[in-house]
């Protein structure tokens, strides 16, 4: 959420326009170009059958995975543990993803067009001024989204399995396929599923923060945060107050390292916080955020308990042979916000645009190569956001004085449009210079004035 | 740990949320004056309640209390916890000059000029107090207070003209010596001394080292924050590595 373009603090490669919607791209290369390796040029036609791709996991990121990959003409099998899974998360999408991904309107239950932002000293700060009638933050219950893509991927030609992916064996040779093993569920057997195999030539591991599928190419582990959540139904007329607002809250009381959030559902709120660094007193850090969201959740229910981690940066490995990671998966959800949603899905579907141009719709075997592309784009495209956001999370979340400056400039104008400009269209927007040099100087002034009054603070208990 | 997991439990299936909390009878009411002395108040208070490190709980919400030895300390704690909750609901913060969620500066006149000292003192004890004891936040009465209607020459005057008094006379020591134990070995004047390049790259790392290094602990600090800069582009480049190496 808050992604600024501070042009003037960092040296970012600064990409230019990029349009939200990406085409998938028909290769120009001849049959006879040496200059690259082209793998695919060199990786037989697999003749009478198509492209085999096994996408393991159903969320956002299978999901979209699964529909590109069927489009484009290769055979999809989409393998899902739970296909009424109630995933435990923020819930909260961008407004560019409905239309990148062509979601319907009802499937968002909520639209979100004003933030308030709540420092340690509970100075709050309404953000949204700036935002377009048109304009919102979509929040959406993932088992409505997660089976949406789903079906519209089974709609496509994907076979969806309701399947638990146990583990994979690596190819012998070159053009070898996986075997992968997963437990079929299926309504007669009652629960213990029935142990299958399949053989698929490439597998896109989609299936979130505690991958199966990074496990067995050895991808590596990643730090997380754990992100702890209880959904209180609060009576009507603090839920008017709801409607359309989120509230973040910040504090060392509440997160060390993170923040505090209370977000409207459909018809409850989700009040939660989330840490990295002190995982054992999360459930402190609840008590904190209940207590300070306590008059405007006063006479709430709290009707569910429930905790989910949240990778706070990508894998080692993300891509291994013919085995690509995408979404929670490959750790992509970006620091300060912990927004994931959106990258998993753009990523399940530029995975899957590699594997099928480098496949020629699923007429040639991929490469390695091939799925590197992948990498390559989804770098380039989003490096600059991440590392903004990652820059933002150093400065602002460091400590009460910097959470206090951090509040102080969302009151800004400028700093609001930019905030919202870049997490709702998923662009490192370049702003106005000479406006970008006043906030750099604001920025500097809050923080140095919210550093000299904490050292004020200390001197009192001392 | 099951204890504290049991303890913590009571609240989280709280159905309703009640504002009525057992008055405990310990902590004294009272509104927060000017005084030092309402802390010491609040530590003794809590100290009276068992356990040295539970009274390190209240002043700073470390998870110490949490991390320390077993049953004894997690009860306390639960216990300052009730406390501390019923504290806040029985004092917030209240100030008289602190009205409608910010500080009325007329309150805060002295010899007809607003007295910019006073706003920051009060401001930073109302931070700490908010600090040992979170508030929830409210819509009733919002808290609308910002740093910047006080004007850039009272921080000025009141922080960083005493900071750079203290590093101007490190630098200027500093300069005195180094320019005598130059002048010493090698007999170049001070004139001459900053005629020449390697000099002059000697005074710029002395006034750097002055501008960096406050504390011994700083080394150390800046060598992490160098490495931070750095480190999550590495993590994201990790990938690629490891494609280097496989050729």
Partial sequence: MASIALKTFTGLRQSS?????????????????????????????????????????????????????????????????????????????????????????????????????????NVAVDIGRTLKPHEYIGMVRREILDAYLRDRAAENGAKVINGLFLKMDLPGDRNAPYLLHYTEYNGTKGGVGEKKTLEVDAVIGADGANS????????????????????????????????NLAEMYVGDDVSPDFYGWVFPKCDHVAVGTGTVTHKGDIKKFQLATRNRARDKIMGGQIIRVEAHPIPEHPRPRRLSGRVALVGDAAGYVTKCSGEGIYFAAKSGRMCAEAVVEGSENGKRMVEESDLRKYLEKWDKTYWPTYKVLDLLQKVFYRSNPAREAFVEMCADEYVQKMTFDSYLYKTVVPGNPLEDLKLAVNTIGSLVRANALRREMEKLSS | MSISMALFSPHASLSPYSSSHSVVTHKPLFTLRPKRSSFVISAAASDGN??????????????KAEAANGPVAAASASAVETEEEAAVVLNSFKDPRWVNGTWE?????????????????????????????????????????????????AWMKRFHLPEAELLNGRAAMIGFFMAYFVDSLTGVGLVDQMGNFFCKTLLFIAVLGVLLIRKNEDIETLKKLIEETTFYDKQWQATWQDETKKD
């Fill in chain 1, 212 to 243: 199966r599928v990074a496990k067995s190419i050895g991808s590596g582990d990643y730090e997380y945060a754990i992100a702890f959540q209880e959904r209180v139904r609060i009576p009507e007329d603090k839920m008017a107050y709801y409607e």
């Fill in chain 1, 17 to 121: 326009e990029k349009t939200p919607h990406f085409a998938v791209q028909r290769p120009t290369k001849t049959h006879f170009q040496k200059a690259r390796i082209v793998a695919s040029k060199t990786s037989p036609k697999l003749g009478n059958r198509n492209l085999r791709v096994a996408v393991i996991g159903g969320g956002p990121a299978g999901g979209s995975a699964a529909e590109t990959l069927a489009k484009g003409g290769v055979e999809t099998f989409l393998i899902e543990r739970k296909l009424d899974n109630c995933k435990p998360c923020g819930g909260a999408i961008p407004l560019c993803m409905v239309g990148e991904f062509d979601l319907p309107l009802d499937i968002i239950d909520r639209k979100v067009t004003k933030m308030k932002m709540i420092s340690p000293s």
């Fill in chain 2, 105 to 153: 500066l007329k309150q805060f006149e002295k010899d007809g000029k607003t007295d910019w000292d006073a706003v920051i003192d009060a401001e930073a004890r109302r931070r700490k107090w908010l600090e040992d004891n979170p508030e929830s936040s409210s819509n009733d009465d919002p808290v609308v207070f910002d740093t910047s209607i006080i004007p850039w020459w």
């Fill in chain 2, 50 to 63: 068992g356990g040295a490190g539970v009274a390190v709980s209240v002043a700073e919400e470390q998870p």
